[in-house]
C-alpha cells in the first residue's frame, strides 16, 4: 500500500492555464506539507497544514491554494501558471506531537511550456 | 532563520569503499532534529537517517552512520561498504522542535559509485 500518494506524476501545461495537484496520505498523519524542487535540485517548504488548519506559508504567490479537505488529503491549486513554476512538486506528511520523520509522496513533475 | 549548507555538490567512491558527506547548519535553537535523505534517480524522498539534537549518540542505521558534532554544528554521513545502490542524491535536513515542522534543506549532493 502506498503511504503517501500523488496525482498526477508527470503534468505538462501551457503558460496560463490552472491546475492542481492531489496528494493523499494513509498513515493517519496530522501534518502535510508541500515542498518545491526547482531545477537544481532545492528543496523548499511551500505550505504545511497541521489537522486541516494551515500552519506554514513560505512566501508563496497567491497564484498557489493548498487546500485540505479532511487531514489525510492536501491537494495544491495553481492559477495563471508561469515558466518559472515548472518544478518537481513534492507532498509529505508526518505525525504530530514530536517531530518524526516526514514521508515523502512520489512528487509531480510540473512542466508549463 | 535556520540554514543548511552543503559545500561538496559531488562526490564519487569505488564500490566497497567508505564515503563521508559533509554538511553543516546554522541555528539558536537547542533542541531540534536532523535528517539525511537519499533521492535516487526515481526522485523519491527516501529517509536514511536521523539523529536528535538532545542525544550524544551517533545515529547508526546498518551501513549509515553520523558524525553529529553540535558545537560545530557539523552532521556527517559515513557511507561504509558503499554499494551500487546508494548512487543518489543526497541531502541534509534542519528541522525545529516544536511549533513549525518544516524541514530546511541544504542544497544536496550528488554521489556516484564507481565498480
Known amino acids: 500500500d502506498t503511504a503517501v500518494s500523488q496525482t498526477p506524476k508527470y503534468l505538462v501545461t501551457q503558460m496560463g492555464n490552472d491546475k492542481s495537484i492531489k496528494c493523499e496520505q494513509n498513515?493517519?498523519?496530522?501534518?502535510m506539507y508541500w515542498y518545491k524542487q526547482d531545477s537544481k535540485k532545492f528543496l523548499k517548504i511551500m505550505f504545511s497544514?497541521?489537522?486541516?488548519?494551515?500552519?506554514i506559508n513560505e512566501t508563496v504567490p497567491n497564484r498557489f491554494s493548498p487546500k485540505s479537505p479532511d487531514k489525510a488529503h492536501l491537494n495544491l491549486h495553481i492559477n495563471s501558471l508561469e515558466l518559472g513554476d515548472s518544478a518537481v512538486y513534492f507532498c509529505?506528511?508526518?505525525?504530530?506531537?514530536?517531530?518524526?520523520?516526514?514521508?515523502f509522496g512520489p512528487g509531480t513533475r510540473l512542466t508549463v511550456l | 532563520a535556520q540554514t543548511v549548507t552543503q559545500s561538496q555538490p559531488e562526490m564519487s567512491v569505488q564500490e566497497a569503499e567508505t564515503v563521508t558527506l559533509s554538511c553543516t547548519y546554522d541555528t539558536s535553537e537547542s533542541d531540534y532534529y536532523l535528517f539525511w535523505y537519499k533521492q535516487p534517480p526515481s526522485r523519491q524522498m527516501i529517509l536514511v537517517i536521523r539523529?536528535?539534537?538532545?542525544?550524544?549518540q551517533n545515529a547508526t542505521e546498518n551501513r549509515f552512520s553520523v558524525n553529529f558534532q553540535k558545537a560545530a554544528k557539523s552532521f556527517s554521513l559515513k557511507i561504509s561498504d558503499s554499494q551500487l545502490g546508494d548512487a543518489a542524491m543526497y541531502f541534509c535536513a534542519y528541522g525545529s522542535q516544536g511549533g513549525s515542522e518544516k524541514l530546511v534543506f541544504g542544497k544536496g549532493m550528488k554521489l556516484t559509485v564507481n565498480p
Open positions: 509529505a506528511s508526518s505525525q504530530e506531537a514530536s517531530f518524526n520523520e516526514q514521508f
Open positions: 497544514y497541521n489537522n486541516k488548519e494551515l500552519i
Open positions: 498513515l493517519g498523519h496530522d501534518t
Open positions: 539523529q536528535e539534537a538532545y542525544k550524544q
